[in-house]
């Protein structure tokens, strides 16, 4: 999956709602038909889940994957369990992710530690208060993903099988508080968050972090997104707060769709960095295609470039991948193969290409990978 010698082989939410722009909507069941002919007795109901049968309104989702690449290998799977709110009323609902596999080190939170090779990336309640609008005002409490960017934890939901530079180096993966969000009309929504920190369940000084959206949509093809944050970020320092913008535009062509994102941050002089004595400053623009040539076969584009003038998201541990450094410029060019021609099954080749300013791919400046990835769905 990602280069660079680890892989982020994750959980999937089902549905391709988790990739298209737009707020999650609790989903029900279709009636099964009755028999109107009053001869025979109606047929039994049809099976379901036995999480569904003893726990009404319960869902059980997730998925199991693997997937290897000439740098390395990687395996690991996902279980959801999910109660979903009804918008259109007081009511409450909860959300979590169990995280097994390799991987589970690259995103888990200071804080909390399940072991190296288990993680709950999601793990929130969620309270509803019905609103005019009939979409609900929402309070979220726990763990929450980020607003940032557009790929997910879900590898499966994202257009391409790897992660892409700016979710692994520009974004925090997930926030611990709490969130407010709604969606005003068919045209606009927003979350704000009080939040521990970036990725930290326990905050790692005394001062918390925000974070906000803004989404508006003009058309049912066409969405743009922005979000803000700022707080201190590093261990016992409240002072040295970390701010910037993020922001994403997707736009639907027919059998094609286009996102565009780009970011921006800084963060003041603080210990941690590089080089403590000078604020830190960053940038990133990243583009992806996606074009379904049926309802089967698909492919994707993704280019990326991250701007790390002064080594602060790139140079910062050594799970990411990269050496310690006080400044490079680093990009990369995907293409996936997206082939789902069995029954809850989807099968991922891809060829990627990467590129930095420095030798941080085993002493050379550039590294090419050849994967395959499959992920069982259930």
């Given at each position: 999956m990602?280069v660079?010698?680890?892989?982020?082989?994750?959980?999937?939410?089902?549905?391709?709602?988790?990739?298209?722009p737009?707020?999650l909507?609790a989903q029900?069941?279709?009636?099964a038909?009755?028999?109107?002919?009053?001869?025979?007795?109606?047929?039994?109901?049809?099976?379901v889940n036995?999480?569904?049968?003893?726990?009404?309104?319960?869902?059980?989702?997730?998925?199991?994957?693997?997937?290897?690449?000439?740098?390395?290998r990687?395996?690991?799977?996902t279980?959801?369990?999910d109660?979903?709110?009804?918008p259109?009323?007081?009511s409450?609902?909860?959300?979590?992710?169990?995280?097994?596999?390799q991987?589970a080190?690259?995103?888990?939170?200071?804080?909390?530690?399940l072991?190296?090779?288990?993680?709950?990336?999601?793990?929130?309640?969620?309270?509803?208060?019905?609103?005019a609008?009939?979409?609900?005002?929402?309070?979220?409490?726990?763990?929450?993903?980020?607003?940032?960017?557009?790929?997910?934890?879900?590898?499966?939901?994202?257009?391409?099988?790897?992660?892409g530079?700016q979710?692994?180096?520009?974004?925090n993966?997930?926030?611990?508080?709490?969130?407010v969000?709604?969606?005003?009309?068919?045209h606009?929504?927003?979350?704000?968050?009080?939040?521990n920190?970036?990725d930290?369940?326990?905050?790692?000084?005394?001062?918390?972090?925000?974070?906000?959206r803004?989404?508006?949509y003009?058309?049912?093809s066409?969405?743009?997104?922005?979000v803000?944050?700022?707080?201190p970020?590093?261990?016992?320092?409240?002072?040295?707060n970390?701010?910037?913008?993020?922001?994403?535009?997707?736009?639907?062509?027919?059998?094609?769709?286009v996102?565009?994102?780009?970011?921006?941050?800084?963060?003041q002089a603080?210990?941690?960095?590089p080089?403590?004595?000078q604020?830190?400053?960053?940038?990133?623009?990243?583009?992806w295609?996606?074009y379904?040539?049926?309802?089967?076969?698909?492919?994707a584009?993704?280019?990326?470039?991250?701007?790390?003038?002064?080594?602060?998201?790139?140079?910062?541990?050594?799970l990411?991948g990269?050496?310690a450094n006080?400044?490079?410029?680093?990009g990369?060019?995907?293409?996936?193969?997206?082939?789902?021609?069995?029954?809850?099954?989807?099968?991922?080749?891809?060829?990627r290409?990467?590129?930095?300013?420095?030798?941080?791919?085993?002493?050379?400046?550039?590294?090419?990978?050849?994967?395959?990835?499959?992920?069982?769905?259930?």
């Amino acid at each position: 999956m990602r280069v660079h010698g680890f892989r982020l082989a994750r959980a999937a939410l089902m549905g391709a709602c988790l990739i298209a722009p737009g707020m999650l909507r609790a989903q029900s069941g279709a009636s099964a038909p009755v028999d109107s002919t009053a001869k025979k007795p109606d047929p039994p109901p049809p099976p379901v889940n036995h999480l569904e049968t003893t726990l009404a309104g319960f869902k059980l989702t997730g998925y199991a994957a693997g997937s290897y690449s000439y740098s390395g290998r990687s395996d690991g799977g996902t279980t959801i369990v999910d109660k979903p709110y009804d918008p259109a009323k007081f009511s409450a609902g909860f959300h979590t992710e169990l995280l097994v596999g390799q991987d589970a080190t690259v995103i888990q939170s200071g804080g909390f530690n399940l072991g190296s090779q288990a993680d709950l990336p999601h793990l929130y309640v969620t309270l509803n208060v019905p609103t005019a609008s009939g979409n609900g005002l929402q309070f979220k409490v726990g763990r929450i993903p980020t607003l940032m960017g557009l790929e997910v934890i879900e590898t499966v939901a994202n257009p391409n099988w790897s992660e892409g530079n700016q979710f692994i180096y520009v974004e925090n993966f997930t926030g611990t508080g709490v969130s407010v969000e709604t969606k005003f009309n068919d045209h606009a929504d927003a979350q704000f968050r009080v939040i521990n920190g970036w990725d930290q369940v326990s905050d790692n000084n005394t001062h918390k972090s925000l974070m906000g959206r803004i989404g508006i949509y003009p058309d049912a093809s066409t969405s743009l997104g922005i979000v803000g944050f700022w707080g201190p970020e590093e261990l016992n320092d409240n002072t040295a707060n970390r701010y910037g913008i993020d922001g994403l535009l997707w736009r639907k062509l027919g059998r094609a769709a286009v996102w565009i994102q780009g970011d921006y941050g800084q963060e003041q002089a603080n210990a941690a960095l590089p080089d403590p004595t000078q604020d830190a400053k960053w940038w990133a623009l990243g583009a992806w295609v996606t074009y379904d040539f049926s309802s089967s076969v698909g492919w994707a584009l993704r280019g990326d470039y991250v701007n790390d003038e002064n080594g602060a998201r790139s140079g910062f541990n050594g799970l990411v991948g990269f050496p310690a450094n006080f400044g490079q410029k680093f990009g990369s060019g995907t293409a996936t193969l997206n082939i789902k021609a069995w029954p809850s099954a989807v099968v991922r080749p891809e060829l990627r290409y990467d590129r930095s300013t420095l030798g941080a791919f085993n002493g050379k400046k550039d590294q090419i990978t050849v994967a395959l990835a499959v992920a069982y769905l259930y």
